[in-house]
């Protein structure tokens, strides 16, 4: 399949990201996001990143039409916020608009494949495409088969990637994936070892960066994604895996609970 036409729902960081990469590959891409005002942001936020890869922004935004609905076409990738019901009611009503034949993909980082193919009547055809941010940037795409994804679906997700210029890694749909299931817990215990006092947020995450080989620290890293997004994953691995390591650090929920969602909010564990 060569997804010609591809819906992306959720213009948010990750949304847009994805529909640049999409753009920039010749593709046309559908935008759609019920919240006000969002689809403008994103497309300016394409712009900028396109200006600072010295790509030229019109030519790319010029196969990017904001839609203010599901519409058909190829494939769509959702990447709305992480919660399984706003998902499952996306899947369900793009299973109704999109052709029998077309793939329908999450971008979700945590939320069972499965279930959202549940919510449709083509379960072989729904999949997860779980790319990483700055989608421009970052080079991998985690492929997740739920229970009923079929192999032809799975190989033409992964042709997809390859020609986006992404490099794919298959995972089985288990909570957190592989990306999540490492990377959660290591932040968690960096919120961890700062509110027991261990060291301030620059030496947590400067210990990490040059100890670890890594480009940016958990906490940074954290602000980055979205501390509420980073509490709602490991909600998804505590229940699913049962196990007490996944519960959210209370100093996460914390700063959740006073809005400080990281870089999105201009404040999390640095000001922005």
Do not use: W
Not at 4 to 32: K, Y
Request: charged residues 20%; aromatic residues 4%; hydrophobic residues 45%.
């Amino acid at each position: 399949m060569d997804f010609e036409h591809v819906l992306v729902v959720g213009a948010g960081q990750m949304g847009a990201g994805i529909a640049q990469v999409v753009a920039a590959s010749g593709r046309r891409v559908s935008l759609h996001d019920v919240a006000p005002g969002a689809v403008e942001r994103g497309l300016e936020a394409m712009r900028k990143s396109l200006t600072r890869l010295r790509v030229e922004p019109d030519e790319v935004l010029a196969r990017v039409e904001p839609v203010d609905d599901i519409v058909p076409a190829a494939l769509m990738i959702e990447a709305v916020v992480e919660d399984a019901a706003v998902k499952e009611d996306i899947f369900r009503r793009a299973d109704g608009v999109l052709p029998t034949e077309s793939i329908l993909a999450s971008n979700t980082s945590s939320i069972p494949i499965t279930s959202l193919a549940a919510a449709t009547a083509r379960p072989e055809r729904v999949i997860g495409m779980h790319f990483f941010n700055p989608v421009p940037v970052l080079q991998l795409v985690e492929v997740i088969r739920g229970l009923q994804t079929s192999d032809e679906t799975a190989a033409a997700i992964v042709a997809l990637a390859r020609d986006l210029g992404k490099t794919p890694a298959e995972a089985r749909d288990l909570p957190g994936f592989v990306s999540n299931r490492i990377l959660m817990p290591f932040i968690n215990e960096a919120a961890h070892a700062l509110l027991e006092g261990v060291a301030e947020p620059d030496a947590i995450d400067t210990i990490a960066k040059l100890g670890f080989a890594h480009p940016m620290g958990p906490l940074a890293l954290a602000d980055l994604i979205g501390l509420d997004t980073c509490v709602a994953i490991m909600e998804v691995l505590h229940e699913g895996l049962g196990d007490p390591k996944y519960a959210p650090c209370p100093l996460l929920r914390q700063y959740v609970q006073a809005g400080r969602l990281g870089r999105k909010a201009g404040r999390g564990f640095y000001e922005y």
